[in-house]
């Protein structure tokens, strides 16, 4: 089992930037594989972004080149650097353990045009 919460979510206008964290508790093995979603309103979770543990990455195409999905595996944590940022990003944004099909709680992003 493990426990993500994630943090870092808020209000930016367009074209701004924000990263979001995900700690990660209990079961490492749980992180090995990670990976950031959303849903908005609406609209079926996504995935946004997807890491290994040996730091090979995949994006979704929406978000190629303006997001970076990056791990501090010290710290177990995830992150999630936004930049660019467009209305059509506003979402709840979740981490997500495949290994442990455990989700974090999620964290509001909206983005004013």
């Known amino acids: 089992q493990v426990q993500l919460v994630e943090s870092g979510g808020g209000l930016v206008q367009a074209g701004g930037s924000l990263r979001l964290s995900c700690t990660a508790s209990?079961?490492?093995?749980?992180?090995?594989?990670m990976g950031w979603y959303r849903q908005a309103p609406g609209k079926e979770r996504e995935l946004v972004a997807a890491?290994?543990?040996?730091?090979?990455?995949n994006y979704a195409d929406s978000v190629k080149g303006r997001f970076t999905i990056s791990r501090d595996n010290a710290k177990n944590t995830l992150y999630l650097q936004m930049n660019s940022l467009k209305p059509e990003d506003t979402a709840v944004y979740y981490c997500?353990?495949?290994?442990?099909?455990?989700w974090g709680q999620g964290t509001h992003i909206t983005v004013s045009s």
């Open positions: 890491t290994t543990k040996g730091s090979s990455t």
């Open positions: 209990g079961d490492t093995i749980c992180i090995n594989a």
């Open positions: 997500y353990s495949p290994l442990c099909r455990s």
